[in-house]
């Protein structure tokens, strides 16, 4: 059976490939000079839980890399800050901060909480955004009344108070942005938000803005429930966004060609079919979407429609050129289906100089090597896996970081938390993964914090592939559904 390499094998037998880089808590190994960490947690107010960062998003342009993450989270919702990370120089060093005028915590913000960063830039008007969700605490719960942008015109170096997205009385959720960087595109600089509105049942919003971020409109969209959105542009300009269903038991797709004012759908791209997360692991079957050089968009989720009896989750993936024709699901060959290894909570990447049968895709991901753990024994690592071509087969994994105690998280309503997702993202041919890490609590202060490697992650490709395979697993009955639809901030 086909099992992860360790990471004594990594450190041995491979230390010359700087690609395959570790850092762990542990004695086993000692490779944590191959990881760089990016931010710590410096916020002390008592309401939140210090010192945590969860959560990133990452983006790239040419040589600039802008990570973005939630900081000190608040075991209800949310976050005291949100916190940016930029690399100019393809990686090789950072500059780190906090977000400005969003929170009371960092430069007098209206808000008490923030959560769901996203990070996007726009070509055109040579700006950086980062979208965010601010939070106010009402009446012993919360709500996020809005969505807001935070503008950087230097490169990601500095940034200022934000700029809102959208604003009401209603309660808000999973926000995510991008915008249109193809010259060519008849709507080149338009940049897109996509959320939702609880009070409305998990309603799904989008909104356009054509001049850097300053100013929204809202899109007409049909009424459906989502969650988790993360749109994407192809080179015509044609914006698809695949999201979750409100309930989380379809993956499905809207599509806008006119610009962001009208999206048509949704079509349905799968049913999820997923095992639940031992440990009580925050955990969803969330999209990550990623697009290659030619347009044809990949989404990857966790799915257990190849295992038997459902027994533990694979990274599955479909792809389109449309936004409304998807190909069948199909498993990324991580382990053998009769492994005992649980994969979830993936972050893809696709290389934008790259596409169709050549296309460069990586895939970091958290796993349990054994599905059936419990929260005092599961051990969390982090796995990382490529495909030189498209995603017909792929190398073999290996292991980036860990093994963590579940008991070195963070706390939330929802259960402990490095994230809702990962984020990898490719600077200059090399991948970038940025992902949470922990360590052993110092009594009850935790540390959990961003990291990413020293060097970028080279794709090798390999043979591993996932041919003929087929669901063993029932749709029927077998769906990943909740029983109303999901709040998750």
């Known amino acids: 059976m086909l099992q992860h390499t360790t990471l004594r094998q990594i450190c041995a037998g491979l230390a ?17 000079a191959r990881l760089r960490q990016l931010s710590t947690d410096s916020f002390a107010n008592s309401t939140s839980q210090h010192r945590t960062e969860v959560e990133p998003d990452t983006f790239v342009f040419g040589s600039t890399i802008v990570a973005t993450f939630q900081i000190g989270r608040f075991f209800d919702g949310g976050a005291s800050d949100i916190g940016w990370a930029t690399s100019t120089d393809g990686g090789a060093s950072w500059s780190k901060g906090f977000l400005p005028g969003i929170t009371k915590f960092q430069g007098a913000g209206p808000y008490d909480r923030v959560s769901d960063p996203s990070v996007a830039y726009d070509v055109r008007h040579n700006v950086w955004l980062i979208a965010s969700l601010p939070i106010r605490e009402v009446g012993g719960g919360i709500r996020a009344p809005a969505v807001v942008v935070s503008r950087s015109d230097d490169g990601g170096l500095t940034w200022a108070n934000p700029v809102t997205v959208a604003a009401t009385a209603s309660d808000l959720d999973k926000s995510w942005t991008v915008c249109d960087t193809t010259a060519s595109s008849l709507f080149y600089g338009n940049c897109y938000t996509e959320y939702d509105d609880v009070s409305a049942g998990d309603q799904l919003r989008m909104a356009t803005s054509t001049d850097g971020g300053l100013t929204w409109t809202g899109a007409t969209v049909a009424a459906m429930s989502a969650l988790g959105g993360q749109p994407v542009v192809q080179p015509n300009g044609t914006v698809i966004v695949p999201l979750d269903n409100g309930n989380e038991s379809k993956v499905q797709a809207v599509t806008s060609t006119d ?4 999206y048509a759908g949704p079509v349905t791209i799968a049913t999820i079919v997923a095992h639940d997360v031992a440990g009580n692991l925050r955990s969803s079957p969330l999209p990550s979407a990623e697009i290659d050089g030619a347009g044809l968009v990949y989404v990857v989720w966790h799915d257990c429609r190849f295992r038997t009896g459902c027994a533990s989750n694979d990274i599955v993936f479909s792809t389109s050129s449309n936004g409304t024709t998807w190909s069948p699901v199909s498993r990324v060959p991580i382990d053998p289906t009769t492994s005992t290894v649980d994969h979830f909570i993936p972050g893809l990447a696709v290389d934008k100089t790259t596409a169709g049968a050549s296309a460069h895709l990586v895939l970091t991901y958290y796993y349990y090597p054994y599905a059936t753990c419990s929260a005092a024994s599961c051990q969390l690592s982090v796995g990382f896996i490529s495909s030189s071509n498209g995603g017909a087969s792929w190398s073999a994994p290996t292991q980036l970081a860990g093994p963590m105690s579940l008991g ?4 939330t309503n929802q259960g402990v938390m490095v994230g809702d997702y990962i984020s990898t993202s490719f600077a200059g041919g090399t991948a970038y993964p940025v992902f949470a890490l922990a360590t052993a609590p110092s009594g009850s202060t935790l540390h959990e914090t961003m990291f990413t490697t020293r060097a970028g992650l080279v794709v090798s490709g390999g043979s591993l592939t996932s041919n003929g395979e087929g669901a063993v697993v029932s749709l029927r009955g077998a769906e990943f559904v909740r029983q109303a ?3 998750a901030r």
């Open 259 to 262: 610009g962001g004012v009208n």
């Open 408 to 411: 070195w998280l963070a706390s």
């Open 485 to 487: 639809p999901l709040t």
């Open 16 to 32: 010359s490939v700087i690609a395959l880089v570790i850092a762990t808590s542990s004695a086993e190994a000692q490779c944590d």
